[in-house]
Nanobody, 123 residues
Framework: QVQLVESGGGSARPGASLRLSCTCP????????MAWFRQAPGKAREFVAV????????SVADSVKDRFTISRDGGKKKVFLKMNNLKPEDTAVYYC????????????????WGQGTPVNVSS
């Protein structure tokens, strides 16, 4: 079992930035493809960003393109989601997911999930 732990969420004003982190057990990190998803109140979970085990295959959802960036740090065993120019519609609980198969994590079918970190964007 791989336990993922998200952090960095909180409240922010529109236009502000936040950086979310997802910590993964070190013995697994180098083999895992990682992704971020979010779920707003009353809405279905949606894909936000994905990154391959070697840092390749990065992509973000159109709704956050040019504002959000995904990255990973092998030394720290972390995946990051840098969120710039936040908007109220970014308000959601953000989840980190991992899989040994890129297509699975990209499709929301990752074997491993964190508990989520809430982000609230309001003025």
């Amino acid at each position: 079992q791989v336990q993922l732990v998200e952090s960095g969420g909180g409240s922010a004003r529109p236009g502000a930035s936040l950086r979310l982190s997802c910590t993964c057990p070190r013995e697994h990190f180098g083999s895992l493809d990682m992704a971020w998803f979010r779920q707003a109140p009353g809405k279905a979970r949606e894909f936000v960003a994905v990154i391959g085990w070697n840092g390749g295959g990065r992509s973000v959802a159109d709704s956050v393109k040019d504002r959000f960036t995904i990255s990973r740090d092998g030394g720290k065993k972390k995946v990051f989601l840098k969120m710039n120019n936040l908007k109220p519609e970014d308000t959601a609980v953000y989840y980190c997911s991992a899989s040994y198969t890129f297509s699975k994590v990209r499709g929301g079918e990752g074997e491993f999930w964190g508990q989520g970190t809430p982000v609230n964007v309001s003025s």
